[in-house]
């Protein structure tokens, strides 16, 4: 009996403290109250809890108390709860714990049933008949009654008082698409009784069906859009290989230069030596002969001199004839005819050849850097606007006589091509076109270019092609926009039409004589545009070029002609 009794009292006194647990616990956190706060609804929680809470209101532009749901349209002043903070403190010395977390309870961000009383637990379903939460226990009716069999239950909703009609107090279930929005049934035969309506479920199915389309369209963009980027990682990982590779043979290139100068100014040297050990030695061979000679004629004066000093006139005159003549002179002023210059002429042309190697410098440090700079991998530039735009980007353009169809002649620098009735007098060679009347550039195309066509008496195909296009055969797989290879403008006196791969495109727009054709290797883009007062946008390519291109002409008819313009 005695047992009874304290055991009654031990659960009784268990339960107290369970109660004291919750009564002073933060509903946020679920432990003890810290720096305890009361909202103007009367609830109190941690001052961190409740701030850090109403923070993330502040994104929705309201405020609502976690524990009654109660919203503030601007954020409460919180008072700091004195008495509150006096009991925790005296709970924790009595060593009261924190209530420990119940994951059933409703927190901050979790949507609470509406059916409990006190402190409610999590909602598992709400109910779109009856719009009302409920938490696990109060569900099982709706799970086990068949009178709300037909109930739709789904995932826990906040607000779903805002599926009630203000107006009807009825559950919105059509949708008015004249007005784009929600209605109930009685506002449907009243104030939008002339409206397109249709159940809220009809709505749903056809903006379901919208949103798989959106989805599949962002799904392909995702799909596009990643192998865009494999391929910028691709683009990334060659122009690093190339950039790495072409530093690496400009190193062996400028190392291998750098060894021919070496060894060209060592040859200079030892030149220079060998020609001074031979022009030495003939000096010193002359200089040696002079001396001798200085040599032989002292001696000759002394003897002169004694014979000279001879005072006896017959002595004189008997050794007199005896003197030997004087021999030919070694020295003669042959080698000073011209002023000798040695060695300065040597130092003066090698002066001329660095000026001339310092001009091939720099000059071809100028072409380096251009086609240094026209590596673009990224990312295409806007499109040029006007004529003076598209003539930054010039190009001049000269044929290769070597492609030229027997019967075109070229003139102007070959910038001009006239079809004749007489065969030219070219030779045989491998690029030629024997079977069709075109003519190739002899420029390669690459990055962002621009030129211009004058064409005079129609029947003009105006052209940009690989230079693999097959030349030796009367076939359309060697004509200029009848395959893969080649992209072509049809110019006739009253029309244009625009010609790739065997496909006709007829093209609207002014017709001049003169046609421009603005390409962007890199970018994909090809444009052909009508040249008078204004620019005339014509037709516009964007593909992937995968080799560098050529201009080209096809002059269709007798007697057209065909000039690339001089632009700068």
């Known amino acids: 009996m005695y047992l009874d009794i304290f055991l009654a009292c031990s659960e009784m006194a268990q339960q107290e403290n369970q109660l004291d647990r919750e009564r002073f616990s933060c509903s946020i956190c679920l432990d003890l109250l810290k720096d305890p706060v009361t909202t103007v609804c ?19 532009g309201s405020y609502s108390c976690p524990q009654c749901r109660q919203t503030f349209t601007l954020r409460p002043v919180l008072e700091t709860s004195t008495m509150l903070a006096d009991l925790v403190e005296e709970l924790k010395k009595t060593g009261l714990q924190a209530a420990p977390a119940d994951p059933c309870y409703a927190g901050p961000e979790d949507v609470a049933c509406d059916v409990c009383t006190g402190r409610k637990l999590k909602a598992l379903k709400s109910c779109l008949v009856c719009l009302v939460s409920y938490c696990e226990k109060h569900l099982q009716l709706h799970l086990q009654s068949a009178a709300f069999k037909k109930h739709k239950l789904v995932e826990p909703l906040e607000n779903l008082q805002e599926n009630i009609c203000s107006r009807h107090d009825e559950v919105m279930k059509m949708f008015c698409r004249t007005d784009q929005q929600c209605i109930c049934y009685l506002c449907s035969v009243e104030e939008h009784k002339d409206h397109d309506t249709v159940s809220a479920a009809a709505e749903r199915t056809e903006r379901q069906r919208e949103l798989g389309l959106r989805r599949r369209t962002i799904q392909q963009r995702v799909q596009d859009t990643e192998k865009d980027v494999k391929l910028l990682q691709q683009e990334e990982e060659a122009v690093n290989g190339s950039a790495d590779k072409a530093v690496e043979d400009s190193e062996e290139i400028f190392t291998e230069m750098i060894h021919l100068l070496e060894k060209r100014s060592s040859d200079v040297k030892q030149q220079i030596r060998s020609q001074q050990e031979t022009e030495v030695s003939r000096v010193r061979e002359l ?42 002179s070694t020295h003669s002023s042959s080698f000073r005819i011209r002023p000798l210059r040695y060695f300065e002429d040597v130092t003066a042309a090698l002066s001329q050849v660095r000026g001339r190697l310092q001009d091939i410098l720099s000059e071809t440090e100028t072409e380096i850097l251009q086609i240094v700079f026209q590596v673009d991998v990224l990312l295409p530039q806007p499109e040029p606007e006007t004529r003076a735009d598209f003539l930054e980007y010039s190009q001049e353009i000269t044929l290769d006589p070597n492609t030229a169809y027997k019967y075109l002649l070229l003139s102007e620098g070959n910038r001009k091509v006239t079809w004749m009735r007489e065969v030219q007098s070219y030779s045989d060679h491998p690029d030629r076109f024997t079977g069709l009347p075109q003519v190739l550039s002899r420029e390669s195309l690459t990055g962002r270019c621009y030129w211009e066509v004058e064409v005079e008496g129609g029947g003009v195909y105006v052209t940009v092609t690989y230079k693999t296009i097959r030349r030796a055969v009367f076939s359309l797989e060697c004509a200029f926009g009848y395959n893969d290879k080649s992209w072509s403008l049809y110019c006739d006196r009253n029309s244009y039409i625009f010609h790739y791969n065997r496909i006709k495109t007829p093209v609207l727009g002014p017709v001049s004589s003169r046609v421009g054709v603005y390409l962007d290797h890199s970018a994909g883009v090809l444009s052909f545009y009508s040249v008078s007062d204004t620019m005339t946008l014509l037709h516009r390519v964007q593909t992937t070029f995968t080799q560098p291109l050529y201009a080209g002409v096809w002059v269709y008819c007798s007697g057209a002609t065909a000039e690339f313009c001089k632009l700068k």
């Open 42 to 60: 009367g609830h109190s929680y941690c001052k961190s809890c409740i701030n850090t809470h109403w923070d993330k209101g502040e994104e929705r």
């Open 287 to 328: 200089q040696e002969r002079l001396e001798q000679e200085i040599t032989e004629l002292k001696r000759k004066d002394h003897e002169l001199k004694q014979l000279s000093d001879t005072e006896d006139h017959n002595q004189f005159l008997h050794n007199y004839p005896s003197l030997s003549p004087l021999s030919e």
